[in-house]
T-cell receptor
Framework: QQQVKQSPQSLIVQKGGISIINCAYENTAFDYFPWYQQFPGKGPALLIAIRPDVSEKKEGRFTISFNKSAKQFSLHIMDSQPGDSATYFCAAREGDDKIIFGKGTRLHILP | DTAVSQTPKYLVTQMGNDKSIKCEQNLGHDTMYWYKQDSKKFLKIMFSYNNKELIINETVPNRFSPKSPDKAHLNLHINSLELGDSAVYFC????????????FGEGSWLTVV
């Protein structure tokens, strides 16, 4: 059973546009929701994260929107750049140690 | 300095062989992990160790045996390799009490032929 559902699987956006990736979860015990960015040949790296008591968090061009009642959260990349082309994973933490990842979104920004 | 380093980066081996992947972190973290990423990029947790003690074992075949000689090292030994074991294996670490961020190594690309 997939505990964190992520969409779309792939996304193509024009340079300067807004990239939006969505995630949904079922387990209300999740208490921390990070987004990771992975470039080809590299390991995932933390991009931005949010706790469920906050509805929005912004860091530079990256914003997480969190809807606790709908059990959904999304990543918005404003003014998308070719250097943002990567695979993005949403995730959720269960307990102290277990981070569960969505299936990833391959983002390609057209120059 | 690389925070989480794993070796080898690439490994090609035949079915039935036994192989190991080593991981070391120099961040002083208490918790270490092994994740498996398949060809579709799906990241799945395999094991979690805290201060050398096994915390999470996600129904991984017992051909996979992690070993943590100290809290800075978590090695992965795989017996009787199968074609389906081909994947990228990521070692990762987290501070534990003081941090939520998981730091990943660069991955070990295992191909079983």
């Amino acid at each position: 059973q997939q505990q964190v559902k992520q969409s779309p699987q792939s996304l193509i956006v024009q340079k300067g546009g807004i990239s939006i990736i969505n995630c949904a979860y079922e387990n209300t015990a999740f208490d921390y929701f990070p987004w990771y960015q992975q470039f080809p040949g590299k390991g995932p790296a933390l991009l931005i994260a949010i706790r469920p008591d906050v509805s929005e968090k912004k860091e530079g061009r990256f914003t997480i929107s969190f809807n606790k009642s709908a059990k959904q959260f999304s990543l918005h990349i404003m003014d998308s750049q070719p250097g943002d082309s990567a695979t993005y994973f949403c995730a959720a933490r269960e307990g102290d140690d277990k981070i569960i990842f969505g299936k990833g979104t391959r983002l390609h920004i057209l120059p | 300095d690389t925070a989480v380093s794993q070796t080898p980066k690439y490994l090609v081996t035949q079915m039935g062989n036994d192989k190991s992947i080593k991981c070391e972190q120099n961040l002083g973290h208490d918790t270490m992990y092994w994740y498996k990423q398949d060809s579709k990029k799906f990241l799945k947790i395999m094991f979690s160790y805290n201060n050398k003690e096994l915390i999470i074992n996600e129904t991984v075949p017992n051909r996979f045996s992690p070993k943590s000689p100290d809290k800075a090292h978590l090695n992965l030994h795989i017996n009787s390799l199968e074609l389906g074991d081909s994947a990228v294996y990521f070692c990762a670490s987290r501070h534990g009490q003081l941090g939520n961020t998981i730091y990943f190594g660069e991955g070990s690309w295992l191909t079983v032929v």
